[in-house]
């Protein structure tokens, strides 16, 4: 099993930056990819970006791209998610999720971290 903690949110005015981090602990010498979901007030977790180990690749939902970018550090077992330029519609709860193959569902969850943008 896998344990991610995410550290990183807070409160930013629109147009604003934050940074948030998620450290994998337990099983890590197996990975495929680490994500962000995140899940506003009444709607559904969504899916935000993701980190790919194997080549170090990238991928982002249409909402975020340009705006958010991911990256990790193999070597601390911790993903980045840079959020620049957030909108209000940003606010939500940001989950880190992990998944050992691509196969496979998102196995290992955090606890989310609450990102709330003020217009």
């Known amino acids: 099993q896998v344990r991610l903690v995410e550290s990183g949110g807070g409160l930013v005015q629109a147009g604003g930056s934050l940074r948030l981090s998620c450290t994998a602990s337990g099983r890590t010498f197996i990975r495929y990819a680490m994500a962000w979901f995140r899940q506003a007030p009444g709607k559904e977790r969504e899916f935000v970006a993701a980190?790919?180990?194997?080549?170090?690749?990238?991928r982002y939902a249409d909402s975020v791209k340009d705006r958010f970018t991911i990256s990790g550090d193999s070597a601390k077992n911790t993903v980045y998610l840079q959020m620049n330029s957030l909108k209000p519609e940003d606010t939500a709860v940001y989950y880190c999720?992990?998944?050992?193959?691509?196969?496979?569902?998102?196995?290992?969850w955090g606890q989310g971290t609450q990102v709330t943008v003020s217009s």
């Open positions: 980190f790919l180990w194997p080549g170090n690749n990238r």
């Open positions: 999720a992990e998944k050992r193959a691509p196969a496979v569902d998102w196995g290992s």
